[in-house]
């Protein structure tokens, strides 16, 4: 008796994968195989995740600017660099990522405002500039997404983390702003991700999974056995992400 | 097949008969889950390659274990060897033991559920002593909820009524829930040989739960999906793409559940 191999096997045509979440570097509450480069490369490859879209763990559990700093020392085209901002005199300074397509926020751990001056001042800038922008849903309240998505209506925001209890305030959010995504990090209740894609559209879905501190298995797997047609679950999948980037249509 | 065995039919890519060792029912008040029916979470497991799911009715969790216990009952009938059933205990219910006995021998329950966080007792009060001996009497598990730095259900309590009722296979529900939990859940399992370690829970990886099958053995550990609270596809995913032995891998998504279902079939 034996099961299929570890890595993903697809049932159509090979997928494009493209991680939206994911960081590279230590963790300080556990060893991790994504502590370096290397590590998170050999992860991708054993999961045939195409690309990931990187923030460095110095730039979300540290300063953003010492972190951000290290995104410069990758080497692997297959990562792609993902700065951490931090608005106002004692931020990040550079309110667009420094030419980067995706940036992340993480208000609660750095300590400001998700929806003051400062915050409103960064979206204003990361609108006209075309960045996507990462929140995890856990460091805002559904009031701060309404309000930032409500007054930058052209702001491509992406809710990672969103959990599964959060069905009936997501709903609520992407009903009312049309640029508003959510990623697949935690989206684990019962056919959640086809739910979403049925109701917002396959465009509004991307693959995300937050490793290593989320499971990265779980959300991998789950790409191969959507019960969605294809051309869906490659927008899922990375098309959506690849659109974001500014690599494909 | 005997109602109570798992489905002969149904096998992942590889052929393996999967056992989906912890799934629900029904829906939960706290949040949608879009379909909770028995035909949804059957079609689920036709599509990833489950053979059979132990499931207890989410209303029995919840407000209503009579009433629950009963919908189980023929959510078993219409998919006999498919679906399993674990009855729902409440231990407020001065009712529950005699009616628990009675659910046990109802061909296709395999066993008892608690959830002491929802029915806010603790699992090593004495009012779960009668859901314990009705299990040894009829040669059947239990499931409990586990959660780390939970009054109610945090690993030393699992050790408490393990070594208090030794003969009762206990699955250790989430493995204590969250990652600070799995240390403690598994020193548990190595002191209590009765104690199975489930793997069912959002904030479980594949890095953690190959650190558990390192720490207790495969044999020790059962695959558990939390379906349709949670996503089956994903917990399974959890597993199959672990960087685990092929041999463990086996052991936890079919030959660990079905020692105990073996045993419960007798």
């Known amino acids: 008796m034996t099961i299929a191999a570890p890595a993903a096997a697809p049932v159509g045509p090979a997928l494009t994968v493209v991680d939206v979440n994911r960081i590279l570097g230590p963790l300080p509450n556990d060893d991790v195989p994504s502590r370096d480069e290397d590590g998170l490369v050999k992860e991708l490859e054993r999961l045939r995740i195409d690309t990931a879209c990187v923030a460095h763990s110095h730039a979300v559990y540290g300063d953003p600017r010492d972190g951000n700093a290290r995104l410069g020392r990758i080497a ?14 004692l931020g990040t300074g550079d309110w667009t990522g420094g030419g980067a397509p995706l940036v992340r926020l993480c208000p609660d751990r750095h300590g400001w405002a998700a929806t003051g001056p400062y915050a409103l001042g960064l979206t204003a800038a990361l609108s006209l500039a075309g960045v996507t922008m990462l ?49 697949t990090s935690t989206l684990a209740g019962h056919r959640q991700v086809e739910w979403f894609a049925q109701r917002y559209g396959a465009h509004r879905v991307l693959f995300g999974t937050g490793a290593p501190v989320s499971d990265d298995a779980g959300p991998r797997h789950l790409l191969d056995t959507l019960d969605l047609p294809a051309h869906d679950t490659s927008l899922i999948a990375g098309a959506n992400a690849l659109r974001l980037l500014g690599g494909g249509a | 097949m005997t109602p109570l065995a798992p489905a002969a039919g149904v096998r992942a890519p590889g052929g393996l008969r999967v056992i989906d060792a912890h799934g629900h029912l029904g829906r939960w008040g706290a949040f949608a889950i879009p379909d909770g029916s028995a035909a949804g979470l059957v079609a689920m497991m036709d599509r990833c390659g489950v053979a059979t799911a132990c499931v207890s009715h989410l209303l029995a969790v919840g407000p209503d274990a009579r009433a629950g216990n009963a919908l189980l009952l023929k959510a078993l009938a219409a998919h006999p060897g498919r679906l399993l059933g674990y009855a729902v205990h409440n231990p407020h219910d001065p009712e529950a033991a005699p009616r628990l006995r009675e659910l046990l021998a109802v061909p296709g329950v395999i066993g008892v559920k608690l959830h002491p966080e929802v029915h806010e007792l603790a699992l090593d009060d004495p009012a779960y002593t009668p859901a314990f001996e009705a299990a040894a009497d009829h040669g ?31 699955l250790m529900g989430h493995s204590g ?90």
């Open chain 1, 76 to 89: 692997d085209e297959r990562l792609r660099p993902v700065p951490v901002l931090v608005p106002g005199p």
């Open chain 1, 135 to 183: 929140l995890d849903w856990g460091a805002v309240t559904a009031a701060d997404v309404d309000l930032l998505a409500g007054t930058r209506p052209r702001l491509r925001i992406v809710l990672t983390g969103t959990g599964y209890r959060g069905l009936r305030e997501l709903t609520e959010l992407l009903d009312t702003h049309e640029l508003l995504h959510v990623d």
């Open chain 2, 140 to 170: 059947r598990v239990v499931l409990a909820h586990s959660e780390h730095d939970s009054r109610w259900a945090d690993a030393p309590r699992f050790v408490t009524v393990a070594s208090r009722h030794p003969g009762v296979p206990l």
């Open chain 2, 177 to 266: 829930l969250f990652p600070q939990g799995y240390g403690p859940a598994a020193e548990a399992a190595v002191r209590c040989p009765s104690l199975v370690l489930e793997t069912c829970g959002s904030r479980m990886t594949a890095r953690h739960l190959t650190r558990l099958v390192a720490e207790v053995g495969a044999d020790r550990i059962a695959f558990g999906s939390d379906a349709v609270f949670l996503d089956l596809r994903i917990g399974l995913g959890r597993v199959l793409l672990a960087d685990l032995a092929e041999n463990d891998r086996e052991q936890v998504l079919h030959g660990t559940m079905a020692a105990l279902l073996s045993r419960a079939t007798g």
